[in-house]
């Protein structure tokens, strides 16, 4: 599984990361999305698809699942 | 299951498909809508559509080979008209019966009109791109609301160079919502960028040339945009005998009745975290309880209470304002950061002796998320101010 996100899309709402902290993190300043991991182990599909579906910019998007 | 029924193809209706294939389920599932749209975002409506900045096609929630991959029996364009709960099938506008073993309700709200002719409201894509082609440099806009929505709106108006008036019943616009301290400092904003801001003011009518107050006086308007609420769509349930008050009412696992739940801005559901039942029209809500609906329906002997802290943020001028909680019926606001001056602050709430929520207006998104966590934790007060 490839993560992208669309990053002129995100809102800085933050459910990515309350979902699936290993994979996402905000930027300080504005909180904008960073992506910590593109490519995420097995035991991280999970909640990488939970913030998938929960994001509320609908900015995430999983290749390859 | 042999077949799950998702009525509404928004947000939440969206999250329930999705996740019941996560989940394993295989078989058929049908997913209802009645706009001739694939499921779309709509926060974007008020914002950048509005705005002319993105280009509708921005809007899809999914692309179109990911929706095809969800393999969905999808019926767009059509509309539900009744339900028969004892013999599980749902009726459609046009005379189909769908058979179903499992149904999810998120048919959502419409916005609530004023009486006469000639006004828009703000819901859909097709109202979006009506109201943005009549906006432009000195055309007049009567905005009848001052809500988050009419708000948003007002403030994009004015960035295209219209003329705004923005009428709105409370004294202080928002003050029930996130309190009059705070709702002041938020219209002070509208006031700095040149809106007419008229609070106490009731609209009786639109009248094709602007709008009329209950006190005979018209407010002259090329254009009339009606922001004053929503209706949930749940009229089509009238005679199923589901509860149907303000809302479908549902218990803590957000269901209405043995395999029928109910997600999004339509269900009203008893939120264990706070006590109380609540029916909220938040994005990021639909999501997560589309997904909850979907997992709890799927899974009747693991199903979990639906207990969220609510989240919405509202971008107005340069200002981004963001919630977490149930602000609603609060008992008392104070800022534990920031100022409200140079809006930029956060706003605790208390409701009883617990925090209740918390907003943000100008702080970095981070910035809230502790106020988040101890809001999850059933935080006292005493405790998140003296820790705040």
Known sequence: MRVEVDEPKCIAAGQCVLSAPEVFDQRDEDGI????IEEPGAELHAAVKDAAVLCPAAAIRLVGE | MKRILVVGASAAGLAA???????????????????????????????????????????ALRSVADLYALGLDLRLGATASGLDLAGRTLLLADGTQLPYDGL???TGVRPRRLPGEGAHVLRTFTDALALRERLGPGRRLAVVGAGFLGAEAAAVARGMGAEVTLLEPAPVPLAHAVGEKVGRVLSGAHLDHGVDLRTGVTVAEATGDGVRLADGELIE????????????????????????????????????????????????????????????????????????AARNLLHPQARKPFAPVPYFWSDQYDMKIQAYGYLRGH????VVDGDLGERRFVAAYRTGDRLSGAL????????????????AARTSWSEAVRSG
């Open chain 1, 33 to 36: 999305v960073v992506l910590l």
């Open chain 2, 17 to 59: 498909v999705e996740t019941l294939r996560r989940e394993g389920y295989e078989e058929t599932i049908t997913l209802v809508g009645d706009e001739p749209h694939p499921p779309y975002d709509r926060p974007p409506l008020s914002k950048q559509i509005l705005a002319g900045q993105w280009e509708p096609d921005r809007l």
């Open chain 2, 221 to 292: 308007a090329d254009e009339v945009l009606v922001a004053i609420g929503s209706l949930p769509n749940t009229e089509w349930l009238a005679d199923s005998g589901l509860e149907t008050t303000d809302g479908l009412v549902c218990d803590e696992y957000c269901a209405a009745a043995p395999d029928v739940y109910a997600a999004g801005d339509v269900a009203r559901w008893h939120n264990p975290l706070f006590g109380v039942p609540m029916r909220i029209e938040h994005r990021t809500n639909a999501a997560e309880q589309g997904m909850a």
């Open chain 2, 360 to 375: 943000a207006v100008g702080m970095p998104p981070k910035a809230i998320h502790r106020w988040r966590q101890a809001i």
């Open chain 2, 104 to 106: 999810i309700v998120a």
């Open chain 2, 331 to 334: 008992d008392e606001a104070a």
